[in-house]
């Protein structure tokens, strides 16, 4: 018997989430984000689950590219962060994978490998995010450049810094510098992430970029209709190891954070941060337990937590610990930890194994 620590990936969320992108965006191409191990739920499963719906997939860096070669996707793979060496153009022409330009080094690179082994190219415009990209001012001096160097021509993207907020002005500003540096060159163009894909059609263009959506997370800050479309793609769950009864005044866990109110029951769950459960989720963040939420108490451990289920009759040794999936969602765990569900879905370690639910 293993630990009963698990993290069940269900495709057919995954896969109706991809449909909801698509159809948002009827007429975009949807280049669905598998990076960071499909935001935890496993490259090759998430690269499955969206057979048939992404008409392409893009990555981090080549090592992912390579993954998804190596389980069997044939869809064209484009790596987000570009080349870091000129062997890495060579590598991704023989692995078909399309590279994403945002660096006059890149451009060197590209003009020093011979002309029958350059792979298909993007190329980004830093439209406000000042992260990676060419100035929108060399636009179109960059697309000239690579119209020499390539067959076919290169996809225009840029990447929003705000979509996900409220306040639409620096999305809408960067999406006018972007059009004003592209448009008279007639290129194919790509703009929109999940939350774009939502608030933005104007942003949809010829490809969308979603990644965070397509695994059930809400990308929003604030509330925004249509997001409860969305639909969990992981489950984290774990197992009631230990019950015990505590007097009132007594403390629980590391430096004694929580302090019983009343005589309570504590059970203890076999999950902690070395499990992708966030340390600094705080007193209260909810764990569900059979129907009922329960909330948490003290402070996380490695391979732990303990939680109040003084008003929780569902919680006995063996029951099943919901930490997050659909209630609670990951994004209200992350709210309580200070943190983004990105990064608790990006994070997930290898130790906890991958269920696939089909
Ligand atoms: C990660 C990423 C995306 C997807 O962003 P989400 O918010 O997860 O939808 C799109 N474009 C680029 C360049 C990215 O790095």
């Given amino acids: 018997m293993s630990r009963p620590t ?15 992108a698509r159809a948002l965006a009827p007429d975009s191409r949807l280049m669905a984000c598998l990076k960071a191990d499909a935001y935890g739920t496993g490259i090759a499963t998430a690269a499955g689950a969206l057979t048939g719906i992404a008409d392409g997939f893009a990555v981090a860096c080549i090592e992912e590219a390579l993954a998804l070669r190596a389980c069997g996707a044939r869809e064209p793979v484009l790596l987000l962060q570009g080349p870091h060496t000129r062997d890495e153009i060579e590598e991704a022409f023989a692995k078909r994978l399309s590279l994403c330009l945002s660096d006059a ?54 990447h929003f810094a705000a979509a996900d907020k409220a306040d639409r002005e620096a999305t809408e500003t960067q999406l006018d510098v972007f059009d004003k540096a592209t448009r008279k060159l007639g290129a194919a163009t790509s703009c929109a992430n999940s939350a774009a894909v939502f608030a933005y059609p104007e942003s949809h263009r010829d490809w969308i970029r979603p990644g ?125 930890a200070g943190t983004i569900g990105y990064e608790l879905l990006a994070g997930m370690p290898k130790r906890v194994p991958r269920v696939t639910a089909r």
């Fill in 6 to 20: 698990v993290a069940r990936i269900d495709t057919r969320a995954i896969r109706a989430n991809g449909e909801l």
């Fill in 105 to 158: 080094r890149h451009l060197e690179w590209l003009a020093q490998v011979s002309p029958e082994q350059r792979p298909d190219c993007w190329i980004k415009i830093d439209t406000g995010m000042h992260r990676l990209g060419f100035a929108p001012e060399s636009a179109a001096d960059v697309y000239a450049a690579v119209k020499t160097l390539l067959q076919r021509p290169a996809i225009l993207c840029t």
């Fill in 212 to 336: 965070y959506m397509l695994y059930g997370g809400n990308p929003f800050d604030h509330e925004r209709d249509g997001v409860d479309a969305l639909q969990a793609s992981m489950e984290l769950s774990a197992e009631v190891i230990a019950i015990r009864t505590i007097p009132a005044g007594d403390r629980v866990g590391y430096g004694g954070r929580w302090r019983a109110a009343r005589p309570s029951r504590i059970a203890t769950i076999a999950a902690g941060y070395g499990d992708g459960y966030p340390r600094h989720a705080a007193d209260g963040t909810p764990v569900r337990i059979g129907a009922l939420r329960s909330p948490l108490a003290g402070r996380v451990s490695m391979d732990m937590i303990t939680v109040d289920v003084t008003d929780n009759p569902d919680a006995t040794v063996g029951a099943r610990a919901i930490l997050w999936g659909r209630d609670p969602g990951v994004d209200e765990i992350a709210d309580q």
